[in-house]
């Protein structure tokens, strides 16, 4: 294969073709495909670098907490304390490792994660049609493109039907292009290149057979690519919270170690020594884990929920999640099996069921001939086909026509050969039909009730026959299959033209011959069901949006628990898109306050009951397939898009990918992002009374003109131990089993709430009364100044391990201990191992000759050590108050 010598969009389709060593209809072989998979690579982009990962380290120090920590060390070594500055330089180096660490964890998980999702074709091959991962393509395979598609390399096209696409990222024109297979001069810009369809567009309309002329980065996007390559971004609008957060306690933090460091001189103490005291308020009340933990939860959680079958592209999505409380939701397909299986058919006057057209159950297919023709047109007028791999590959609802003609006994490779398409019209959500002209002189339509009945004037009887066509007839049994839950489609008949090779709208547009029904039933998840029960517990209203027939909607609401009442009791309240279309905007903001079953609803009503419902204040999550629901996910607080069914146009679009399509993903994502927001406050809420304890103690020592109870380099000692061992503990804490029984959290929270405040308060007050009763109390009966800073450090530290305990589920794990047994404590397996490696360094800070010199500590014996432990008793009505002050974890 040679290279072109000239561009693709300036030569004639054919001669492409023949340039690539191609054939227009069966396209490459096999063998071929592999030999040019070797030659020129798999179909993607070079990935270009990112922050080189020194540059990311040093970011970790772009906290106005850190660089504090940073000059304070730097003084601390000008004024000849070297081991002083170098635990402060350690705490904050070891502090943006973690950080480094599980950043670099999280960009690279997303990054995987966003790659994972695999862009599949129709790639004809060897004459046959099936599907490959966009990365298998190479130069000379032929493309079928259809309306949602992603164009997954450049494309000389070879024929298109209606073919529009959208190539606003490449030239930046918003409005989509239409396309053909007409060759333009060599300088024609991009935009201008008819016969091209190239990688990154996407096809808002018709269907078109392209060629691959490049792929990767030879390209047009390749070319550019640098430019479009998404970044992992981990700001989210929680960590600029505790960005804001950080400096307001930063400046706060300055102040009162400046007021320490006067009033100790104010009593005449040294200057050198109350320098220190400042020193120690100040990394004692800086909590500079915090930046780390927020990063090291978030990740947590976007790793959680990828298993649990939901990809988290945007990271804020993790954080609004949490606060949804409402969930828009398809019914094909996530909330049902997508799974369609024909029921019953009408036509001829009789409603049967399918089992009775079954060969051999005393009803022939011929004794009604409108059934034959409904049965037949299902299969003719259908873009499905059987695959040697895949079984049936297609729509759902055509494979489920495919499946009860042949159940029926018709022999569909006989029925192609009688009845050749020739032409067709593809279905469009605008239209609600699809059309395609066959070489027997027929005309066949499949589409909606509505669609097909207004193009109607006859009807066929079970001989065969044209007669009036009966509406009201037709309608009850529409409604009859409607209210088993089945989704009910039409088919009709026109006549013709002999030699007619091209369909058009005004060929179907009226004085058709209405043929019959046919109602498919899409069962309910069992897993769906259950998830529905779960939200609508936890405060989250669901409501199904779908394009389905009302009274199919409202059927499989009533099986699936959505939606309340209506005013007759026969099931939930439900509205369709033309009522919708008669309202005005107030009017649809009263209306999704009470209803919650919407039918027949086009894609861009989609968007106006989005909007409605945040204009009620209402914080949306939204799911969608389609290339038109891309502007709904848009707008939506979380817009949920389908990994397997969904077009590339809704993923681009959509915050989350479900990669199951199943609404308990829905479900199970909600739960992470609550526990995602859940462990943040419980870190706050055991990080901060810490370091208000050690700073308050300070403080308070530098007023009364008492020996600090704590230096600097301990107080850093316990920020490193509280950070490294306890706190990060609680990012890993699983699911709560009771989440899902509380109401949503309100988006305009703070993260500091009033009852967090007052607990914090509360337990610094507690940490200020440990160090100094122990130390005062040791310092009056052994008179050792070591030792009672010791006693003091470990008694907190015992004190706060029953803390930790209280916040975190091995609170639940020891209640259900009798019951449960050591199965228990699988519930929090980090909090464990947390405080079995708090409790070994502890031993190591105390009783080992290098820490208590290189801290200033001592060695305590069993009674000392029993004494120390006396808190822990104290800390349990405190930590009660404290939850009956803030119930942080919802209880």
Not at 4 to 17: G, M, Q
Not at 118 to 125: A, C, D
Not at 247 to 253: A, D, E, M, N, T
Not at 391 to 414: K, M, N, S
């Amino acid at each position: 294969m040679q290279p072109l010598p000239a561009p693709a969009h300036a030569r004639p389709a054919a001669d492409v073709v023949a340039a690539l060593q191609s054939d227009g209809s069966s396209g490459l072989s096999e063998a071929e495909a592999k030999r040019r998979l070797h030659a020129h690579g798999t179909n993607t982009l070079t990935i270009r670098g990112g922050k080189p990962g020194w540059l990311k380290f040093l970011l970790q120090f772009n906290n106005p907490l850190l660089i504090t920590l940073l000059v304070v060390g730097a003084v601390k070594a000008l004024l000849g304390h070297p081991r002083d500055a170098l635990v402060i330089w350690s705490v904050t180096v070891i502090n943006a490792v973690i950080g480094f660490v599980q950043e670099s964890r999280a960009e690279n998980a997303i990054a995987a994660l966003a790659r994972s999702v695999r862009t599949e074709v129709e790639v004809v091959r060897g004459g046959t049609r099936q599907r490959l991962a966009s990365e298998q393509l190479v130069p000379g395979d032929l493309v079928q493109l259809e309306a949602g598609a992603r164009v997954p390399a450049d494309l000389r096209l070879l024929e298109g039907r209606h073919l529009q696409t959208d190539e606003s990222a490449l030239t930046g024109e918003s409005l989509p292009v239409h396309k053909g297979t007409t060759a333009v001069e060599a300088s024609a810009p991009l935009a201008e290149r008819i016969g091209m369809a190239y990688a990154g567009s996407f096809v808002t309309k018709g269907q078109g057979l392209g060629l691959v002329v490049a792929t990767g980065d030879d390209t047009e996007v390749g070319s550019i690519s640098s430019s479009l390559q998404e970044q992992v971004d981990l700001t989210t609008p929680l960590t600029r919270k505790f960005g804001r957060f950080s400096r307001r306690l930063l400046q706060v933090i300055l102040v009162l170690a400046g007021l320490t460091f006067l009033v100790g001189l104010a009593r005449g103490r040294g200057a050198d020594e109350m320098f220190d005291g400042a020193v120690a308020l100040a990394v004692g009340a800086i909590p500079e884990e915090l930046p780390a933990i927020v990063t090291i939860t978030l990740a947590i959680g976007v790793n959680r929920m990828a298993r649990r079958q939901a990809i988290i592209r945007k990271l804020p999505a993790v954080e609004t999640l949490g606060s949804t409380t409402v969930i828009c939701s398809d019914k094909t397909g996530t909330l049902t099996q997508n799974r369609m299986t024909v029921q019953h058919l009408y036509g001829g006057g009789q409603l049967v069921a399918i089992e009775d057209l079954w060969p051999g159950n005393g009803l022939s297919g011929t004794s009604n001939a409108a059934l034959q023709e409904t049965l037949l047109a299902g299969l003719l007028c259908n873009d499905a086909r059987p695959s040697n791999r895949e079984g049936l590959v297609g729509d759902p609802t055509e494979t489920a026509l495919l499946v009860a003609a042949d159940a029926a006994g018709i022999d569909r490779q006989e029925a192609l050969e009688r009845h050749p398409r020739r032409d067709a019209i593809p279905f469009a959500s605008e239209h609600q039909f699809m059309a395609t002209l066959h070489g027997s002189e027929r005309i066949l339509l499949k589409g909606s009730v509505e669609a097909i009945l207004d193009r109607c004037s006859r009807q066929l009887d079970a001989q065969g026959r044209p007669q009036p066509l009966d509406r009201a007839a037709i309608e009850a049994a529409v409604a009859a299959m409607a209210s088993r839950g089945e989704r009910v489609l039409a088919f009709s008949i026109a006549q013709a033209e002999v030699f007619q090779q091209q369909l058009e709208h005004h060929h179907v547009a009226a004085d058709l011959d209405f043929l019959g029904l046919q109602g498919m039933l899409d069962p309910p998840r069992p897993e769906a069901t259950r998830a529905v029960a779960a939200c609508q517990a936890a405060g989250i209203t669901v409501k199904m949006i779908t394009g389905d027939h009302l009274e199919t909607a409202r059927a499989i609401a009533r099986q699936m628990g959505i939606g309340r009442p209506s005013d007759g009791g026969a099931g939930a309240e439900a509205v369709d898109g033309r009522q919708l279309a008669e309202l005005s905007p107030d009017a649809i903001a009263e209306l999704v306050d009470h209803v919650d079953v919407f039918a027949r609803v086009a894609p861009a009503q989609k968007l106006q009951l989005v909007q409605a419902l945040q204009a009620n204040g209402e914080v949306v999550a939204m799911t969608g397939d389609g290339v038109n629901d891309a502007p709904a996910l848009k707008q939506a607080d979380i817009g949920i898009a389908m990994g397997q069914g969904g077009t590339e146009v809704a993923r681009q679009a959509a915050d989350m990918l479900l990669t199951d399509d199943n609404f308990a993903t829905i479900e199970a994502a909600v739960e992470e992002g609550r526990t995602v927001y859940l462990n943040l406050r419980k870190t706050l809420a055991f990080v901060l009374p810490v370091n208000g304890g050690a700073s308050m103690t300070i403080l308070l020592g530098a007023v009364l003109g008492t020996p600090l109870p704590v230096t600097a380099l301990q107080v850093l000692w316990l920020n490193m131990i509280c950070s490294l061992t306890m706190s990060i503990a609680l990012a890993f804490e699983p699911v709560a089993p009771w989440l899902m029984q509380q109401p949503p959290r309100p988006p305009e929270q703070p993260l500091l709430t009033g009852g967090l405040i007052r607990r914090v308060l509360l337990v610094s007050l507690f940490n200020w009364a440990v160090i100094f009763g122990l130390f005062f109390w040791s310092e009056q009966r052994l008179g050792d100044l070591a030792l009672s800073r010791t006693m003091a450090v470990q008694g907190l530290v015992l004190a706060h391990l029953v803390y930790l305990v209280s916040i975190s589920q091995l609170r639940t794990a020891l209640i259900s201990l009798p019951r449960l047994g050591w199965r228990a404590f699988t519930r929090a397996p980090a909090v464990l191992l947390g405080i079995s490696g708090t409790v070994a360094v502890q031993w190591i800070f105390s009783q080992t000759a290098e820490m208590n010199r290189f801290f200033g500590t001592a060695p305590l014996n069993l009674e000392q050590l029993g004494v120390c432990a006396l808190p822990m008793l104290l800390m349990l009505p405190v930590a009660w108050l404290g939850e009956r002050l803030d119930p942080t974890d919802g209880r």
